[in-house]
């Protein structure tokens, strides 16, 4: 158990509709990542948020978007989805800002189908 | 830009030592992680090497060599439940994790 977690556990989608997946850090990790894993490969980091600010990004398109709330929240929005957005999204969090390679705890995930 | 290799799938007897490989090419990075991911479930931090060396915990050690671009995750006394995916990761500094596709290891009885 990481303190991490993520809803829905599943989600199922069709092309061009839009979806919000949502994570909980540990409280106190004011940094949050978001990634997306297809299947058979590695974690894909998309963006980073630090309170409330993202610092850095990912090469995923604009139509991926994302928030971080003060209550240790965020959330990972997808726009006009694609075929090829069928992934497990995963969010980890971290303790501080990121320039010191600290270690993420990573959420359960969302896998996310979109047909 | 940064690659970085490992091989797909290796198989191991349950009480064998097991090497994973990590190669990469990259410009730069402040560190190397190596995470556990069982099927289904989120990646699990193992280890992170910032110098060059071995880095023992427990059953795994993570070694880094930067001059020759090569880390390595070993594994002792293995068991069962050591079935998974071995990521490693380049963590470039700029707030960027940069993951292999993964080890997958299956151990044998």
């Known amino acids: 158990e990481t303190g991490v977690t993520q809803s829905p556990t599943h989600l199922i989608k069709t092309r061009g509709q839009q979806v919000t997946l949502r994570c909980s850090s540990q409280?106190?990790?004011?940094?949050v990542s978001w990634y997306q894993q297809a299947l058979g490969q590695g974690p894909q980091f998309i963006f980073q948020?630090?309170?409330?600010?993202?610092?850095g990004r990912g090469n995923f398109p604009p139509r991926f978007s994302g928030l971080q709330f003060p209550n240790y929240s965020s959330e990972l929005n997808v726009n006009a989805l694609e075929l090829d957005d069928s992934a497990l999204y995963l969010c980890?969090?971290?303790?501080?800002?990121?320039?010191?390679?600290?270690?993420?705890?990573f959420g359960p995930g969302t896998r996310l189908l979109v047909l | 830009g940064q690659n970085i290799d490992q091989p797909t799938e290796m198989t191991a007897t349950e009480g064998a030592i097991v090497q994973i490989n990590c190669t990469y090419q990259t410009s730069g990075f402040n560190g190397l992680f190596w995470y556990q991911q069982h099927a289904g479930e989120a990646p699990t931090f193992l280890s992170y090497?910032?110098?060059?060396g071995l880095e023992e915990k427990g059953r795994f050690s993570s070694f880094l060599s930067r001059s020759k671009g090569y880390s390595y995750l070993l594994l002792k006394e293995l068991q069962m439940k050591d079935s998974a995916s071995y990521l490693c990761a380049l963590y470039s500094g700029t707030y960027k994790y940069i993951f292999g596709t993964g080890t997958r290891l299956k151990v044998l009885a």
């Open positions: 948020y630090y309170r409330e600010e993202e610092n």
């Open positions: 090497n910032v110098l060059d």
């Open positions: 409280s106190g990790h004011n940094t």
């Open positions: 980890a969090s971290s303790l501080g800002r990121q320039g010191s390679g600290e270690t993420q705890y």
